[in-house]
């Protein structure tokens, strides 16, 4: 990422200093999100990044910094998978290959953990209002995808010219957010994809009538 070219003291790194930044982000990301922030101790990652401690301060004197630095890292890599699957939406069947996709990679953990950008969401939105803030934007983002292949749908005549495509991009990222939840205390993504169909019946029921017997529901999903 752009904002890691240089530390938290505005200091240009070295190649070897970026190679160790990315180190101690990644193991941290990856704490955060199976651990959670607050069971996380910079000492925790120190030892997992395999830095020294002049190291790991150098990089990151404390602890907010490094977790911004973690938003940013998990919202790229979620929003790019987002927009690889959601890009060409314009359909109906593109929408529920959007839905077996996130449900087939969350059913790799069993749901467990939930969504990368929703647990920093529980943990973080009433302790830190700039992480708060920064993730509300990422979500922002993630439905913004969704409304814009919605949005096709309605300009190609999918959808009813009075669908609202943001009220049902809204319900649909409500939809998976919730069903990440319930995934993850269940350790079973059934009650996900229950929640998803859900929402996407709800998209159905705006849907234009195939006339001749034709189907509107080919097109992509972008996956």
């Known amino acids: 990422m752009a904002e890691q070219a240089s530390d938290e003291n505005g200091s ?116 830190d209002e700039e992480a708060r803030q920064a993730i509300a934007r990422h979500f922002e983002t993630w439905e913004g995808l969704l409304e814009a292949g919605l949005a096709r749908m309605k300009d190609s005549g999918v959808l009813r010219a009075d669908a609202d495509a943001g009220a049902l991009a809204t319900g649909l990222m409500a939809a998976l957010q919730g069903g990440y939840l319930l995934a993850q205390t269940a350790r079973d993504v059934k009650p996900m994809r229950i929640a998803l169909d859900m929402a996407i019946d709800h998209v159905k029921a705006h849907a234009v009538p195939p006339e001749d017997g034709k189907s509107l529901e080919g097109g992509t999903a972008g996956s």
């Open 12 to 127: 240009r790194l070295t190649e070897r200093g970026r190679a160790t930044r990315e180190r101690i982000l990644r193991a941290a990301a990856d704490m955060m999100y199976v651990k959670g922030v607050n069971a996380t101790t910079l000492d925790d990652v120190r030892a997992a990044s395999g830095t020294s401690k002049s190291q790991l301060y150098r990089h990151y004197p404390d602890k907010d910094a490094l977790v911004r630095d973690v938003v940013a890292l998990q919202a790229v890599e979620v929003l790019e998978r987002q927009h690889q699957l959601l890009r060409r939406l314009n359909s109906i069947r593109g929408l529920e290959r959007w839905r077996d996709a996130v449900i087939e990679n969350n059913a790799l953990r069993n749901g467990a953990y939930g969504c990368r950008l929703g647990s920093l969401a529980g943990e973080l939105a009433d302790q």
